[in-house]
């Protein structure tokens, strides 16, 4: 399901909207020193703890630009615009890529605020994961689990109109991506290969490709959907887990789920480079509409113990993406988008991780000099 375009965000889109594929282009990180650990100076606002889009600024080497009366920031440096925040929007601007925030930007005292939780769980490590190095993992990926969405008895999304349904493309995007990454090196295994599900119920059915990936010891984890929504929009979704203490998108209030630490949170961080990754990649290849790089407690990822990401890669509710799906063309196109991510996701890593020092050659000595 897909919230609506979050209000006041038209500005904000079509600010965006020059952006071409080369703007989507993999970021990547600049290989700075890792700072000290962060203390956010904390305002307490609506009984929750906020940290001012000006600190926010000056922590990252950002100007703020104003629009719309200061309810619109713009954060940005030499490169361009990085973060766009507006007041009262659940969804900010990243680099391009709209990314959920567990809670609204909120408006107060003159300036913009996000809380705490989003600030040192959501914005900061994507901002800047060299500060979080020590919670990626220590080697490169090399075993991916790839998990075909639905299957047997669950078709998942059909679409009565183009006949169509789910669990046959998601499978089939899986088999076309498990090609391209084993070309690359990647050791790839999937949770179904066929049109099977792993149990009669949707819970178990769901923890055990979580589980398949675990007994694999696989390095990540990606699940592979399509989209349904009410209306007929089109686009791309992906989801991280969400971190403990932070709404899933889908929620409003806080619930006993909320404050829950699963196995999948253990590598947040990483699960937000990979997810960032694969929505960039979704988009750049795919050229669709963003709905947002989202959190979710979903089944499939609560119990993984590698970085996992589920994406959703086109909406079968809409007739039209429906028939665009229905094309090997266009699945070979997701494929090839997932890959490019996962490559992405494995260079960035990479740039991160400190380099070996090579030994110092001592300098040349001359017979004159004592
Ligand atoms: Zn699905």
């Given amino acids: 399901m897909a919230r609506p375009i979050a209000r006041g ?34 305002t307490r606002l609506a009984n929750t703890d906020y940290v001012n889009a000006s600190d926010l600024a000056e922590r990252f080497g950002l100007r703020i630009e104003r629009a719309r009366s200061g309810s619109l920031l713009r954060l940005t440096d030499a490169s ?8 009262h929007n659940r969804d900010c601007y990243l680099d391009g890529l709209r990314v959920f925030l567990g809670l609204p930007v909120l408006g107060a005292k003159g300036t913009l605020w996000v809380s705490k939780i989003d600030v040192i769980k959501l914005l900061a490590p ?13 080697n490169a990926p090399q075993t991916i ?32 991506l498990k ?47 399509f989209n349904s929504a009410p209306s007929a929009i089109t686009g791309i979704e992906t989801y991280t887990m969400a971190p403990q203490f932070m709404l899933s998108t889908a929620d409003d209030k806080r619930d006993e789920m909320t404050d829950k630490a699963f196995p999948g949170n253990k590598l947040d961080y990483a699960n937000l480079l990979l997810g960032a990754q694969l929505h960039r990649a979704l988009l750049a290849g795919l050229k669709t509409p963003d709905r947002g790089f989202k959190r979710g407690r979903l089944h499939v990822l609560r119990f993984i113990e590698c970085p996992g990401a589920l994406v959703e890669c086109a909406y079968l509710s809409s007739d039209a993406e429906a028939r665009r799906v229905a094309t090997p063309e266009f699945r070979e196109q997701i494929a090839r988008a997932l890959a490019d991510g996962l490559k992405n996701y ?3 890593l990479e740039t991160l991780r400190p380099k070996p020092v090579s030994p110092v050659t001592p300098a040349p000595t001359s017979s004159h000099t004592k």
Avoid: C, M, Y
Wanted: hydrophobic content about 45%; proline content about 7%.
């Fill in 9 to 42: 965000l038209l500005a904000a889109a079509l600010f965006l909207a020059h952006s071409t594929a080369a703007d989507l282009a993999p970021v990547r990180l600049p290989p700075t020193r890792p700072a000290a650990p962060v203390l956010w100076p904390v």
């Fill in 80 to 87: 361009g615009v990085r973060l766009v925040l507006e007041d």
């Fill in 126 to 138: 994507l901002f800047r994961p060299i500060d979080h190095l020590q919670f990626f993992p220590a």
């Fill in 145 to 176: 689990v790839l998990d075909a969405g639905h299957g047997g008895s669950d078709p998942g999304k059909e679409n009565k109109t183009v006949g169509v349904n789910e669990k046959t493309f998601t499978l089939d995007v899986v088999l076309r």
């Fill in 179 to 225: 090609k391209l990454l084993e070309a690359q090196g990647w050791r790839v295994l999937l949770t179904r290969a066929d049109d099977t599900r792993l149990a009669s119920d949707q819970i178990t059915d769901l923890q055990r490709r979580a589980g398949f990936a675990n007994q694999n010891h696989a390095d990540l984890f990606l699940s592979v959907h």
């Fill in 346 to 348: 494995s260079a960035v």
